[in-house]
């Protein structure tokens, strides 16, 4: 007999999409560069940015905070930094590099299918010398990564210090990271859509609020062009643009967010200085790395990733079980 509790459909339409895996082919994974020295032929620099919050974000730090309210007592509070408001680095770099991943060759790290299932040459890099793009940019098992990212910090700015809201009782974040399976088939990456956030349902969480700006820096040793432009193009800022999704309640619609550039500045070899603070030359200078990333991004999935990460604020979310 049936009950009311078997009925897994949600009342709004779901909020996710799959986005297809790539197979991995052989000259999609090279040698890494190293960190010892400076390549003369590779690009170093760093990127000082910050995440606009859209709508809500709560980096969940799996504590329960005392609050002064007498109506929500008790509140889940969000990950601190030095006592401000952050998102990790670890979860900043996790946001960017599944974005990477689902745009370029490269394997699946995070997944309970066997490698069989997987698309040819698609299972995570098992060998140090010959890793596939996301690997070499973000690390693989023995191997640290080209790219750097420190926390985010919550940007001091009048009114817009941390809130609170009640967050629909969802999935907890974490559960369905890696490709889906559906009857015994991966049918892809799950990526999150952007939508309408629920803020007044059962679980009173602490959020940085929309508007609010977290500032984090990011900085690359030895990139090639190409690796350089697939990290730019993973934040979203390829043209047309599309928006990540960080945090906890994201099937609620939560952890929107915008990546904006603020100073970018490259150099080639360990002396030889030729970025620029200007900001028309950053500008230039970016748009001729996104370029390039075209040797490593699938323009297919490229497309579909800007597709299914457009903001749209008028579409509804879920706000309930499901
Ligand atoms: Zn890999």
Redesign the pocket.
């Known amino acids: 007999m049936a009950r009311a509790g078997d009925n897994y459909e949600p009342t709004a339409p779901k909020p996710y999409e799959f986005v297809s895996i790539p197979q991995?082919r052989g000259q999609d994974?090279e040698h890494p560069a190293g960190h010892d020295r400076y390549d003369a032929e590779r690009l170093s620099g760093h990127l000082s940015a910050n995440l606009l919050v859209l709508t809500w974000l709560h980096v969940g730090a799996g504590s329960i905070r005392l609050n002064r309210s007498p109506k929500y007592p008790l509140i889940r509070s969000h990950v601190r930094v030095g006592g401000q408001v952050a998102m990790p680095a670890s979860s900043l770099k996790g946001m960017v590099r599944s974005v990477a991943?689902a745009i370029s060759h490269?394997?699946?790290?995070v997944t309970r299918a066997p490698r069989n299932q997987l698309p040819p040459g698609a299972a995570?890099?098992r060998d140090k010398e010959k890793?596939?793009?996301?690997?070499?940019l973000f690390g693989?098992l023995g191997y640290q990564g080209l790219v750097r990212f420190s926390d985010a910090v919550l940007h001091p700015e009048e009114g817009v210090g941390p809130k609170l809201v009640r967050m629909p009782a969802l999935h907890s974040p974490g559960k369905h990271r890696g490709p889906y399976i559906q009857s015994g088939r991966v049918v892809g990456r799950k990526f999150y859509k952007h939508g309408q956030t629920v803020i007044d349902a059962n679980t009173p969480v602490e959020v940085c609020p929309p508007r609010a700006r977290l500032d984090f820096r990011i900085d690359f040793d030895n990139l090639s062009k190409a690796e350089v432009g697939l990290l730019l193009t993973a934040m979203g800022l390829s043209d047309p643009p599309f928006y990540l999704k960080g945090g906890g309640g994201k099937p609620a619609c939560y952890g929107s967010v915008m990546i904006q550039v603020q100073q970018f500045q490259t150099w080639a070899g360990a002396e030889e200085l030729y970025g620029s603070y200007d900001i028309e030359q950053e500008a230039t200078n970016m748009k001729q790395y996104l370029k390039a990333a075209g040797d490593l991004v699938e323009p297919d999935q490229l497309t579909r990733i800007t597709s299914v990460l457009a903001y749209d604020p008028n579409r509804e979310c879920p706000s309930g079980n499901y």
Do not use: K, T, W
């Not at 490269?106 to 790290?109: A, G, N, W």
């Open positions: 991995v994974r991943e490269s394997c699946v790290r995570e890099c890793l596939c793009p996301a690997c070499r693989a």
